[in-house]
T-cell receptor, first 111, second 117 residues
Framework: KAGVTQTPRYLIKTRGQQVTLSCSPI?????VSWYQQTPGQGLQFLFE???????NKGNFPGRFSGRQFSNSRSEMNVSTLELGDSALYLC??????????FGPGTRLLVL | DQQVKQNSPSLSVQEGRISILNCDYT??????FLWYKKYPAEGPTFLIS?????DKNEDGRFTVFLNKSAKHLSLHIVPSQPGDSAVYFC????????????????FGKGTKLSVKP
């Protein structure tokens, strides 16, 4: 099976812009979670989706949003980018089991 | 408030010896723990996990031990190899909230393991 894929892998934006990141889960996986990794805060949970519904949300401002499509693919959006949004954004997918499998991430740099 | 702590930012071990990575947690309701290995600019790779009903789980060179009374788990790598050099993250599965969510892993800050030939 192919693993979790994320696009794009690298992105450079300027402050105030918005960005959309995409995640395709492992085939058959219906749950997707997003995480942000920064040097200072480590890996932090953003949100979780199952069957097109957001089930859980981490402690991030409303500028961070996401959605899931009927084929389980997911997107996350960050509006009005700030310098502090520079990070590695990771997507993970899983099915009924407990183990989440991660994609390679999207490296976002905000200038 | 950090719920999952990895107090050693780095660890250096000689090839062939045992590597022991430690992790402490604060919430006794956590019921599932995972270890991930991560290289820079890549996603974490799942290594091994353990349920709170067990105290040990083994997979090849990797063994995870769970001490619930001490709220402590450890990852043992035997024998250590230079290819094991990476950052290791301990994670706890978030508690089920209303609606049955289980998708929020809570990560420690990681321990950078260096295995020297």
């Amino acid at each position: 099976k192919a693993g979790v894929t994320q696009t794009p892998r690298y992105l450079i934006k300027t402050r105030g812009q918005q960005v959309t990141l995409s995640c395709s889960p492992i085939s058959g996986h219906r749950s997707v979670s997003w995480y942000q990794q920064t040097p200072g805060q480590g890996l932090q949970f953003l949100f979780e989706y199952f069957s097109e519904t957001q089930r859980n949300k981490g402690n991030f401002p409303g500028r961070f949003s996401g959605r899931q499509f009927s084929n389980s693919r997911s997107e996350m959006n960050v509006s009005t980018l700030e310098l502090g949004d520079s990070a590695l954004y990771l997507c993970a997918s899983w099915d009924r089991g407990e183990t989440q499998y991660f994609g390679p991430g999207t490296r976002l740099l905000v200038l | 408030d950090q719920q999952v702590k990895q107090n050693s930012p780095s660890l250096s071990v000689q090839e062939g010896r045992i590597s022991i990575l430690n992790c402490d947690y604060t919430n006794s309701m956590f019921d599932y723990f995972l270890w991930y290995k991560k290289y820079p600019a890549e996603g974490p790779t799942f290594l091994i996990s353990i349920s709170s009903i067990k105290d040990k789980n083994e997979d090849g060179r990797f063994t995870v031990f769970l001490n619930k009374s001490a709220k402590h788990l450890s990852l043992h790598i035997v024998p250590s190899q230079p290819g094991d050099s990476a950052v290791y993250f301990c994670a706890a599965k978030g508690l089920m909230n209303y609606g049955g969510s289980q998708g929020n892993l809570i990560f420690g800050k990681g321990t950078k393991l260096s295995v020297k030939p």
